[in-house]
């Protein structure tokens, strides 16, 4: 069956601009996660929603992220006036239960 | 502060070999361990998962090991192949009902020569 997909998978934004990531989850798995991870780094955990709930955005750098799943399904990575230390791999993954989660290919930004 | 550590960067096996990959964690709570793959430009693929309450997992060429005790973790492959040739992350979790976040050790990129 068709597994997690993200686009795009690559964007290179000038420092200011606003992006959109964007995640499309296995169909039928409630839960949602994004991650982001820098070069040499291990996945960090951004953000977690259950359906369009989002029940958990602690790992959120700063403010000018948000992410929104506003029908349970797709979600949606935006960042506000992206600096050069937002540049990173960012992971979606989704889950039916509370244990296994299925990544995405990942979205890659570049911000010059 | 690493929760998740892998302390080993790299390590290179020959073909047919066994590769043995460590994890160590801190936190106490953690009570699910999974080990994941990654090949360059592609998402992390699930490979095995342990619950503490066990201290073995195995699935064909792949075992997990827990110690809980040392808290510590170990991914054998046996015996290794050259598709093997990835980076493999070991993650945690602490369930508290629902779905639960993943933290992520840094990584062993597995060279397997011929």
């Known amino acids: 069956g068709a597994g997690v997909s993200q686009s795009p998978r690559y964007k290179v934004a000038k420092r200011g601009q606003d992006v959109a990531l964007r995640c499309d989850p296995i169909?039928?798995?409630?839960?949602l996660f994004w991650y982001q991870q820098a070069l040499g780094q291990g996945p960090e955990f951004l953000t977690y929603f259950q359906n369009e709930a989002q029940l958990d955005k602690s790992g959120l750098p700063s403010d000018r992220f948000f992410a929104e799943r506003p029908e349970g399904s797709v979600s949606t990575l935006k960042i506000q006036r992206t600096q050069q230390e937002d540049s990173a791999v960012y992971l979606c993954?989704?889950?039916?239960?509370?244990?296994?989660?299925?990544f995405g290919p990942g979205t890659r930004l570049t911000v010059t | 502060d690493q929760q998740v550590k892998q302390n080993s960067p790299s390590l290179s096996v020959q073909e047919g070999r066994i590769s043995i990959l460590n994890c160590d964690y801190t936190n106490s709570m953690f009570d699910y361990f999974l080990w994941y793959k990654k090949y360059p430009a592609e998402g992390p693929t699930f490979l095995i998962s342990i619950s503490s309450i066990k201290d073995k997992n195995e699935d064909g060429r792949f075992t997990v090991f827990l110690n809980k005790s040392a808290k510590h973790l170990s991914l054998h492959i046996v015996p290794s192949q050259p598709g093997d040739s990835a980076v493999y992350f070991c993650a945690a979790s602490g369930v508290t009902g629902t779905a639960s976040k993943l933290t992520f050790g840094t990584g062993t990129r597995l060279q397997v020569t011929l």
């Open positions: 169909s039928g798995h409630v839960s």
């Open positions: 993954a989704s889950s039916s239960g509370p244990r296994e989660q299925y």
